[in-house]
């Protein structure tokens, strides 16, 4: 998904676009210094929160059609015309979370939400043992390439 160096500060996002997926995904870091990752879709018609890359950190992001408002842990935090969504509970409204995993400073994620049926230390297997304690959570991003390969 990505790399630690792109969000190295609470309230700092990128939005990331996963092709293979056919979606768009927030990577933030929260004010608990947590990392999460959300799909960038709100809850009411499904537009998105995150609408161009950041140009700094946030405290939320907010959907432009209806106005509401999300923290940076996926809460619903503002609902404006509230009046208007009788019986809805903010609590079953956050945005969508995707399970995340950080090893050597690379940022993975799994669509399934938590806790991802197969764990990273699982999935990575071998790979892991083979470069523990290797260059690798040194590295720092220094450009980014973009490429289209037909794979499948």
């Not at 960038?40 to 998105?48: E, S, T, V």
């Not at 669509?111 to 470069?131: F, N, Q, R, T, Y």
Request: with cysteine; aromatic share 8%; glycine share 10%.
């Amino acid at each position: 998904m990505g790399h630690t160096f792109e969000v190295p500060t609470p309230g700092g996002y990128v939005l990331k676009r996963l092709p293979t997926l056919g979606v768009e995904v927030i990577l933030v870091r929260g004010q608990d210094g947590e990392l999460r990752a959300f799909y960038n879709i709100c809850a009411h018609r499904g537009n998105k929160v995150v609408r161009e890359q950041p140009a700094s950190n946030a405290s939320g992001f907010s959907c432009n059609f209806r106005g509401w408002t999300y923290d940076l842990e996926s809460r619903l935090r503002h609902l404006p015309d509230a009046p208007e969504f009788p019986g809805l509970d903010p609590c079953d409204l956050g945005l969508r979370a995707l399970a995340v995993g950080v090893w050597e400073n690379f940022v993975f994620v799994h669509p399934a939400g938590d806790p991802p049926p197969v764990s990273l230390d699982d999935w990575l297997g071998e790979l892991k043992a083979a470069v523990a304690g290797g260059p690798l959570s040194k590295l720092q991003p220094s450009a980014i390439l973009r490429a289209t390969a037909k794979v499948n």
